[in-house]
């Protein structure tokens, strides 16, 4: 089994920024891809950033150049550093790791709230 235990939401005014992270542990393959997706309230999860083991990134069109993902291989830990935040970007953020071994597996922490409001 893997857990993934994020922080680091919160309240931000437009214009403001957070850090997400989020510290995954358990048994993980090293070939995997770690991410995060969010879901506003009465809409459905959407990626918002992906990152593999080998550094490759992967942004949701509304996020890029906004947002930054990255990670630590050595501790397994993924965090999303979010810049000039907007009221559209309030929703709870969830951290998602996934990789193949014998099969397929995905595994989602429990969300944080990101609630960007004046």
């Known amino acids: 089994q893997v857990q993934l235990v994020e922080s680091g939401g919160g309240l931000v005014q437009p214009g403001g920024s957070l850090r997400l992270s989020c510290a995954a542990s358990?048994?993980?393959?090293?070939?995997?891809?770690m991410g995060w997706y969010r879901q506003a309230p009465g809409k459905q999860r959407e990626l918002v950033a992906t990152?593999?083991?080998?550094?490759?990134?992967n942004y949701a069109d509304d996020v890029k150049g906004r947002f930054t993902i990255s990670r630590d291989n050595a501790v397994n830990t993924v965090s999303l550093e979010m810049n000039s935040l907007k009221p559209e970007d309030t929703a709870v953020y969830y951290c998602n790791v996934r990789f193949y071994r014998l099969g397929f597996e995905q595994y989602w922490g429990q969300g944080t709230q990101v609630t960007v409001s004046s």
């Open positions: 990152i593999s083991n080998s550094g490759s990134t």
């Open positions: 358990g048994s993980i393959f090293s070939i995997n891809v």
